[in-house]
């Protein structure tokens, strides 16, 4: 995550016990709004719902809890962004916000190897044409999306993430998109959800749980666990491709992956591209196979 200081002004709306808390960052240099007209403070809640904005009072976000909320601040605001900015349905139109708005967050830090994911991505897809693929990270659904645009007019893809406020800004973004009927999003991990992930594929499929592709993008300390697990339970077999991506991108953790040394030591995986990105970093497409 881009680093900022602890002591600049955070502001948040803090909700009544009966409501969950509504978190809203501001920049140092905004000064923080009052809650809201009295007409609003003098209207009872209507339909038992209690309204944050009367009940709330505000408070400075502490050292503690402000780099929260600046972390789920951004992702609301790309979902206000990209609905205020684009018509719903255009796919297209939905990924150039979606770049613009991280390319303006980071002030362009990382465009270039991402440019390079994003091509390799959806020459992949075509290349291969998946009939069925899984995201392991959705974030906010940009990949998703970009998997979705690149698949045969059958093919499905099933997202799993860890965040459930991601999740649902991701959910809420592909539907705007339009990709609501190609991308299912499930939330939780590889670990905790499998039953429900095969659940989700064999249904794509009309049987197998077999993936065609899938796309590590979650946390990179997991990459080779999830996919011994996935392995494991079948999800991945023969002619699977799996890409992964260990750069550090500007608001990642800088956990490292040992993707690329275990797929390269590992007789089912035949490594078919590697891209090197930054420093020991890269991009890595390989394929799994039976080995005899």
């Not at 803090?14 to 923080?32: F, G, K």
């Not at 800088?254 to 590992?266: E, G, K, Q, Y």
Request: hydrophobic letters at 40%; aromatic letters at 6%; proline letters at 4%.
């Amino acid at each position: 995550m881009a680093t900022f200081s602890a002591k600049a002004s955070r502001w948040c709306l803090q909700a009544s016990r009966r409501a969950p808390a509504v978190v809203t960052p501001a920049t140092s240099h905004v000064a923080p709004r009052s809650l809201a007209p009295a007409s609003l403070l003098a209207a009872p809640p209507r339909r038992g719902i209690v309204n944050a904005e009367s009940t709330g009072a505000v408070v400075r976000v502490d050292e503690q809890n402000y780099k929260t909320a600046f972390m789920y601040g951004r992702e609301r605001q790309l979902l206000v962004h990209v609905i205020s900015s684009v018509k719903e349905g255009d796919l297209e139109g939905v990924l150039c916000a979606m770049d613009e708005f991280w390319a303006h967050q980071f002030g362009m830090k990382g465009t270039q190897t991402w440019t390079i994911r994003k091509d390799m991505l959806d020459s992949t897809i075509r290349e291969k044409q998946p009939s069925i693929c899984l995201e392991l990270g959705t974030y906010c659904g940009y990949s998703a999306l970009r998997i979705a645009k690149n698949l045969p007019a059958n093919g499905r893809l099933v997202s799993v993430e860890v965040d459930p406020l991601f999740s649902a800004i991701a959910t809420k973004i592909i539907e705007y998109a339009g990709m609501a009927h190609k991308v299912k999003v499930v939330t939780g991990t590889v670990e905790t959800r499998m039953a429900r992930l095969k659940a989700c594929l064999a249904q794509a499929t009309g049987g197998s749980a077999r993936c065609d592709f899938i796309l590590c993008d979650h946390s990179k300390d997991r990459f080779v666990p999830d996919l011994d697990l996935l392995e494991q339970a079948g999800v991945v077999g023969e002619g699977t491709i799996v890409m992964g991506d260990t750069t550090i991108y500007p608001g990642d953790a800088t956990a490292a992956s040992d993707l690329l040394s275990h797929v390269a030591t590992n007789s089912h995986y035949v490594v078919k591209e590697h891209r090197g990105t930054e420093q020991a970093y890269g991009i890595t497409v390989c394929e799994w196979h039976y080995m005899v």
